[in-house]
């Protein structure tokens, strides 16, 4: 009987577990993540200027055949080709690469001739891959030349049934002349499009004298040369330092012109817009600054815009100055952006910040290697031809033999081999040969060809051994390439102008708001609201509220005047009168326009008098003074003017005139003190200093006067007396004394 074995049990899966520190194991796992991402999708290289998905897209349709002169092709058929072959990710992605390599307002140069809906400058998005086609571009097939003569390595695709191109060959200086961003682990990149023109003339420059520093080659690039055109306004300097290091930015402008409308009148047109600036958001953003009357000298905007870009600003009147406006809308919209470089790109697979210089040097010497490279292939190809040649030449020398040997031999090859000294190679062409080439012509033609090709052979061994040939031959090929995108013709011509930023002096915005009368009336729930008109305060019962709420702060203002808002904790808030809400309603919580804690109350709002000193007090008897400039906030945080300590709430806050020589207080306790003005320290934040001892309570109330008019209080009552006691020497003390009791018919409130 036969004996049977069994198959040893699997290892158990706790015996294959490995006893490794989480963050060791979470950081290799990572670092894997990271390099996959900047080296095979957020970075270009260097020498191509694509990203993987790029370059799979233009491969593939490469083998589709869908070349320049060929008919267009769907969309869907290249995306489909790409994703099943070379890029094995999500078909949106694939299309939206495709998409943007077709856009004429997103590359300088595009790559794919798109046929149908790719999107517009609008913002609007291309139709869907089923209703576009596409094709490769004269640049994209510059890109890709020399493919085909073993210029660069190939790999093997995910699935190992293809190959792919590891980089392209071509001469045609992508990386710059497109431009390239993205955002990887750790690090992005971030290259604006340059005119090809000035590239090429910068590497042939730098083909002839190595020498030439990264500021040597601004003769040739001026600057970024976007597809959408625009201004760029940025300083020579900067512009030098940006190339220089690889990182920095430009300030890109529109391009607008003054259009006279006679009489006068005028209005301003603008023609380019900044790159990547979506034109109909442009269009939301100034369409708020007229309906928000942000800007005071903008009366109108239209947009007037078919193939060609037209949007209309009209002035508010015939007198304003067009370079303020325009400098005004720079400043608020994004009519003027800042386009970053940071030229962060991989050389050979690691990522590095290059200078312009060592781009376009290193780019040549990638150049160099690949004319090297097709060069052997042609000799290779050549010397195989010559091969041939030298078999039929000596064929025909000894025709007759030859036309004998294959009659009569059994083994004509062999026999051809040892009579004539001829390769295996030779004999079987000699033997191939069609009865018809044995003329007398085709032997003349075979001569010619033998010796145009041994020529051929020679200079390519020249070019091969001579680094001076190979940079002769790269000079003309680059020259070439330029006469196609030169400043002459249509694509080459460059787009944006370099110029330097008019000298114009901004006049500030508040004071370009039309000043007007308001009320601006808070409820004691924090509910504020801006009336018309400078209405009568005492009219109380005029205004409404929400049932449960009431008037806390009413006060005329102007459209141009700030608002200051001081919180019970201690922070001080400016608001802008014009963008409150309106009289209808009840107006807006405050809490929806400034970042005010839940638990904080309101203690002050007013008009802010750059002019007036402010007098400011908690509730445990600590205070100072500020100057009116120290409470201003830009943001809608505020600024932190008073610092509390414990339970103490900000109390008092009330202006200082500059006559005023003394400051009174008066505590809980009923107790008063008056001191000198000159005992209370000027500080910008703070918790100040004691002005009044207490041994229960705290502060309720304080200010200041002059000594010499002595200190007034209100009576009262419905005859609205005062009441002034000119002689203070009783109360009169040091800072942080006790103090002592009133005067008869001090107010029994404890305040003034």
């Not at 409820?523 to 709420?549: P, Y």
Request: negative net charge; glycine residues 8%; charged residues 25%.
């Amino acid at each position: 009987m036969a004996r049977t074995t069994t198959a040893a049990p699997p290892e158990p899966p706790a015996d294959r577990i490995l006893d490794t520190p989480f963050d060791t194991a979470l950081g290799d796992r990572y670092l894997v993540y990271a390099l996959s991402t900047i080296t095979a999708r957020s970075l270009p290289d260097l020498r191509d200027g694509l990203k993987p998905v790029h370059r799979r897209i233009l491969w593939g349709m490469r083998l589709l055949r869908l070349d320049p002169a060929s008919a267009y092709k769907k969309s869907a058929r290249v995306v489909g080709d790409v994703m099943g072959k070379y890029h094995p990710h999500g078909d949106q992605s694939i299309y939206d690469a495709l998409v943007r390599l077709s856009q004429d307002f997103s590359l300088r140069y595009p790559l794919i001739d798109g046929q149908g809906n790719f999107g517009n400058i609008d913002g609007d998005n291309a139709a869907a891959m089923r209703y576009t086609e596409a094709r490769l571009t004269r640049a994209a097939t510059l890109l890709m030349d020399g493919l085909d003569e073993a210029s660069v390595d190939f790999r093997a695709t995910y699935n190992g049934e293809e190959e792919e191109p590891e980089v392209f060959p071509g001469l045609f200086p992508n990386l710059l002349a497109n431009g390239s961003s993205g955002i990887a682990v750790g690090m992005a990149t971030s290259i604006p499009p340059h005119n090809a023109a000035e590239i090429l003339d910068a590497a042939m420059a730098l083909l002839g004298n190595g020498e030439l520093t990264d500021t040597d080659l601004l003769q040739w690039v001026k600057g970024p040369d976007f597809p959408t055109g625009g201004v760029c306004v940025e300083p020579a300097a900067s512009i030098a330092e940006s190339y220089a290091t690889g990182r920095g930015s430009f300030r890109l402008r529109a391009r607008w012109r003054r259009e006279e409308l006679g009489q006068g009148m005028w209005r301003i047109i603008v023609e380019e817009i900044p790159y990547q600036v979506v034109k109909g958001k442009l269009i939301e953003a100034l369409a708020a600054l007229v309906n928000d009357k942000k800007l005071a000298i903008l009366g109108d905007i239209d947009d007037e815009s078919d193939e060609q870009l037209r949007i209309v600003i009209e002035p508010k009147s015939r007198n304003v100055d067009a370079d303020m406006l325009m400098e005004s809308l720079f400043k608020l919209t994004d009519l003027e952006v800042r386009v970053s470089l940071n030229m962060n790109v991989l050389d050979h697979g690691r990522p590095g910040v290059l200078s312009l210089k060592q781009v376009i040097a290193r780019w040549l010497v990638h150049q160099r290697e690949v004319l090297v490279a097709r060069s052997r292939y042609r000799l290779g190809k050549i010397e195989a031809r010559l091969e041939i040649l030298g078999g039929l030449l000596k064929a025909y020398l000894n025709l007759d033999e030859v036309i004998r040997i294959i009659r009569e031999a059994d083994d004509a090859k062999a026999d051809l081999i040892a009579a004539f000294d001829l390769t295996e190679t030779q004999a079987e062409a000699i033997l191939n040969m069609r009865l018809r080439s044995l003329r007398k012509l085709e032997e003349i033609e075979i001569e010619r060809e033998n010796k145009a090709l041994t020529l051929e052979a020679k200079g390519l061994r020249t070019l091969i051994d001579s680094p001076d040939a190979q940079t002769a031959r790269l000079q003309t090929d680059l020259a070439a390439i330029r006469e196609t995108y030169g400043p002459t013709t249509l694509i080459g011509r460059r787009r944006t102008l370099i110029t330097a930023a008019p000298d114009i002096k901004l006049v500030p915005l508040e004071a370009m708001i039309e000043k007007e009368p308001l009320t601006i009336i808070a409820s004691q729930k924090g509910w504020v609201r801006a009336m018309k008109g400078h209405s009568d305060l005492g009219a109380g019962d005029a205004i409404k509220f929400k049932e449960g709420d009431g008037p806390a702060f009413a006060f005329h203002a102007y459209t141009t005047d700030k608002i200051m808002v001081a919180a019970s904790d201690g922070r001080f808030y400016t608001l802008s009168p014009d963008k409150l809400p309106g009289g209808r309603g009840f107006g807006e919580p405050l809490r929806l326009m400034i970042d005010l804690a839940e638990t904080t109350s309101i203690v002050a709002l007013a008009v802010w008098k750059p002019e007036a000193p402010l007098l400011l007090a908690a509730s445990d008897g600590r205070g100072f003074i500020v100057e009116a400039a120290d409470v201003l906030a830009e943001t809608r945080k505020g600024r932190q003017v008073v610092n509390l300590k414990d339970k103490a709430v900000l109390k008092v806050i009330r202006p200082l005139p500059p006559g005023d020589d003394m400051i009174a207080v008066i505590g809980d306790n009923r107790k008063l003190l008056v001191f000198d003005r000159a005992e209370l320290p000027v500080m910008a934040r703070g918790q100040g200093v004691a002005l009044q001892r207490y041994k229960d309570g705290g502060l309720s109330d304080a200010r200041s006067f002059v000594m010499a008019e002595g200190l007034s209080w209100a009576m009262g009552g419905a005859s609205a007396r005062t009441r002034t006691e000119s002689d203070l020497t009783f109360w009169k003390g040091a800072r942080g004394s006790a103090g002592r009791l009133p005067p008869t018919g001090f107010p029994r409130d404890n305040t003034f």
